[in-house]
């Protein structure tokens, strides 16, 4: 669709006792998924991160199995995988079936790890990241050529294959200067949170002589890190703020360097409006944003945010499709993404 971002919709699942319970979040992100696909949405977003307070997805690759089957076209894109807290060998495998399943669908951002608990739960060795994360990257690309490779002095094979040759392609997430230019020694897209370090790492890109990975799609949401479709925006954020809110300062309380996150802990849900890290819009409101961000740009939709409870996630997405999509396709030009 013509003058349209780039649409995503994403699914942490965090699940706090005071809201619905888990099944019920699950459930209703799988039907989320599988409307975005008909509705014409590029990708779905599925993150992870383990021992939490809030049942914070733990499983994007069995969650995005699961939403694989109930979807055809729209991409799966794990943002990200904690690539260092698994086996890179069953790593391979879980994303080479995951691939087939989603019909060569599937996108994938490597993380390296920020939390020490899960390091510490898991036992691995957290000062290990970033020489696990080179032979994890390593491992992938010869395993998913399907032929035999040497991993750890042994001679070993993944099969089968993924649906895509040479498997799905990989980016490198990270917020560090070490990260960016690890993603461009080894030849990755990298996906930092806004633009942090992107430039270390173009800079890096340049002194090795190598032109960018072709992005499959920009690294930044090109707005708010909330946002929310109402007719009535005071109603709807008196309902769904203390939800935003727990997510903002859960993820602000993982971070260990306060100035290389984006999600700065508040009191008041009200604040998170009027530093503009969330918004609540009307459709009219809406349209006008999506014209404003454009086709170079990423817009999201996290409808399940903190554990909204579905029914509210619902309200937001069907006034979506019916109010901005719809309003957006008819002013549109008769080619172009539909």
Not at 94 to 114: E, F, K, S
């Amino acid at each position: 669709m013509t003058g349209i971002p780039r649409l995503t919709i994403a699914f942490n699942l965090r699940a706090p006792s005071w809201g619905p319970p888990a099944p019920e979040l699950y459930d209703a992100a799988v039907e989320m998924a599988a409307w975005a696909d008909r509705t014409g949405f590029d990708e779905v977003f599925l993150s992870e991160h383990h021992v939490t307070d809030d049942g914070y997805l733990p499983s994007p690759i069995v969650m995005a199995a699961g939403i694989a089957t109930r979807t055809e076209r729209v991409r799966l894109r794990l943002s990200v995988v904690l690539a260092t807290l698994m086996h890179p060998v069953h790593l391979a495998e879980d994303l080479a079936v995951l691939d087939l399943l989603a019909r060569g669908r599937l996108d994938v951002a490597l993380g390296a790890g920020y939390r020490k608990i899960e390091f510490q739960t898991f036992g691995v060795d957290w000062r290990k990241r970033p020489s696990m994360m080179v032979e994890c990257v390593q491992t992938l690309r010869a395993a998913w050529t399907g032929e035999p490779f040497d991993f750890r002095g042994v001679r070993t094979r993944v099969l089968p294959r993924p649906f895509q040759p040479g498997g799905p392609p990989l980016s490198l997430a990270g917020t560090s200067a070490g990260a960016a230019r690890r993603a461009a020694r080894l030849g990755l897209g990298f996906e930092p949170l806004g633009n942090l370090f992107q430039d270390v790492y173009l800079a890096e890109l340049r002194s090795l002589g190598k032109q960018p990975p072709v992005p499959a799609a920009p690294a930044a949401v090109s707005h708010p890190a909330f946002v929310h479709i109402a007719r009535d925006p005071d109603a709807a954020w008196a309902a769904i703020g203390k939800h935003v809110l727990h997510n903002v300062n859960e993820y602000a309380a993982y971070a260990t360097a306060k100035e290389l996150t984006p999600f700065k802990a508040v009191t008041d849900p009200d604040q998170l409006l009027e530093s503009g890290a969330a918004k609540v819009v009307t459709p009219e409101e809406c349209r006008a944003l999506l014209r404003a961000i454009g086709p170079g740009g990423r817009f999201r939709l996290n409808p399940l945010e903190g554990g909204i409870p579905p029914e509210l996630g619902w309200e937001s997405l069907r006034l979506f499709e019916t109010e901005v999509l719809a309003e957006l396709r008819a002013a549109a030009p008769a080619t172009g993404r539909s």
